[in-house]
């Protein structure tokens, strides 16, 4: 009778660790006012999410099992009991307090229904990630954020990724993030809200120096140069056939010699005609392109001549990213092959300083735009958009401005040009959404300054 007494009174204080409305966080004797995760233990523990012992304590330092994670998930998310309930795990008994719990994340698809679900195992750093990610569907910004101890063959790496991305870690103060190391309560508890309530992740550090973005004005086609806070170059596209000398000369003119990347979003030719003379008038250290060939004499020229400058294309897709000192770039598509249809396979980059956002998306159609949104959802948010197409309405569907939610848009196009570039229907939707519309064949060329927090416009006229 003893054994079973003090059995009963174990399991009561486990238990309570998590159950609600037996203690208000603001009493927690081991959590002082001044604890770094204190608003967030609060915000948990006001919501009933989380709660202390019988003793009044919050044990901030113990480790969190994944049965407690299952409750913590379940009062979070405020599951239903499926009709369908059926027992799955034959080591989480009946009656123990994370029962349903566990069985609702099985049934929801947010663990996996497996034979055991090892409730008193201790939950790693990245199984967090992992369980954080998937729970409440965070998406990739495009953010370049690493861990020196999260390679990316780490089968932990994207999730880890996007958690940082989201701003939800900034790993330890050595810059680490300590996949395998145990969570302890306050960690998750200042996860788990942070994800909960975005205005408790931890500010950004102010960025460094100005970014500069050039939107050249080449008639009808594509070309942007931008120069990172670092100094590091980028150039996206090159303008028609004849049109190399025009962009070359104008970076030139602003005293640069080097584009460290180049990028063709796509084969044809107002996007990529320009860049065989830019090659030869420039020293390029890197080339990026979609993996998408074509059998015109211009794209061979460039083929041609990037062969000549003894480089080799590197591929642009969907996760790839720069590594731009101070800079944030990644390639938001193609997400997948789009066979014959060239513009769906434009190569799109977000490039994002501080608080402000790029994006620049090449030709993108209306097919790629709904694999972005399906596939980044809100991480496409961006202050300045280039639109699809020069405008064109195959582009630029309201489904993708809507995620995008940009307050700029610059528009390339040639003046007079005989495709009606941009379409009333384009600009009718981004007047629509109060979206300032700068266009190369009204103003010239648009340069774009930012240090991060602010962005500035100036045009050629």
Request: charged share 20%; no cysteine.
């Amino acid at each position: 009778m003893k054994k079973f007494s003090l059995l009963l009174t174990a399991f009561v204080m486990i238990l309570t660790l998590f159950i609600p409305n037996l203690t208000s966080a603001k009493s927690f004797p081991d959590v002082q006012s001044n604890h770094w995760a204190i608003k967030e233990i609060n915000y948990l523990s006001d919501k009933g999410i989380i709660n202390g012992t019988p003793e009044g304590t919050f044990k901030p330092s113990d480790h969190v099992t994944r049965g407690q994670m299952a409750l913590m998930l379940d009062l979070s998310l405020k599951l239903e009991k499926p009709s369908n309930y059926n027992h799955i795990f034959s080591d989480v008994a009946k009656g123990v307090y994370y029962y349903d719990s566990v069985h609702k994340l099985a049934h929801n698809n947010i663990v996996q229904r497996e034979t055991n679900y090892f409730p008193d195992r201790s939950l790693t750093r990245a199984e967090m990630a992992v369980v954080l990610v998937k729970t409440f569907n965070l998406k990739p910004t495009g953010a370049d954020v690493n861990f020196p101890d999260v390679p990316s063959n780490h089968w932990g790496y994207n999730y880890v990724k996007i958690l940082a991305q989201n701003n939800i870690t900034a790993g330890f103060p050595d810059g680490t993030f300590g996949p395998d190391v145990k969570v302890t309560r306050e960690q998750f508890a200042a996860f788990l809200a942070r994800v909960l309530e975005p205005s408790f992740r931890p500010g950004l550090p102010k960025p460094k120096g100005e970014l500069e973005v050039h939107y050249i004005n080449v008639g009808q086609g594509d070309a942007t140069f931008i120069k990172s806070p670092s100094g590091e170059t980028i150039l996206i596209d090159g303008g028609n056939n004849g049109k190399g000398k025009v962009v070359a000369n104008y970076l030139k003119g602003l005293g640069f010699q080097t584009i460290d990347y180049m990028i063709a979003t796509h084969p044809d030719a107002d996007h990529v005609g320009g860049f065989d003379e830019v090659l030869y008038a420039m020293n390029v250290k890197n080339v990026y392109a979609p993996k998408v060939s074509h059998t015109t004499q211009t794209f061979k020229d460039f083929l041609t001549a990037v062969a000549n400058k003894g480089l080799t294309i590197k591929e642009a897709k969907s996760g790839v990213t720069l590594p731009i000192n101070g800079l944030n770039s990644q390639f938001l598509a193609p997400v997948k092959e789009y066979g014959n249809d060239l513009n769906e396979w434009s190569a799109v980059l977000k490039v994002t300083h501080g608080s402000k956002s790029f994006l620049f998306t090449g030709d993108a159609e209306s097919k790629s735009e709904k694999d972005m949104v399906a596939t980044y959802g809100s991480g496409l948010k961006s202050d300045v958009l280039k639109p699809g197409h020069h405008g064109s309405k195959t582009s630029s569907s309201q489904p993708f401005l809507d995620a995008v939610k940009p307050s700029i848009a610059i528009i390339s196009a040639g003046a007079g040009n005989r495709y009606g570039h941009p379409t009333q229907e384009t600009l009718a939707k981004l007047n629509a959404m109060s979206v300032k519309v700068y266009r190369t064949d009204l103003n010239g060329t648009v340069i774009i300054n930012s240090d991060g927090s602010n962005i500035s416009v100036r045009t050629e006229r």
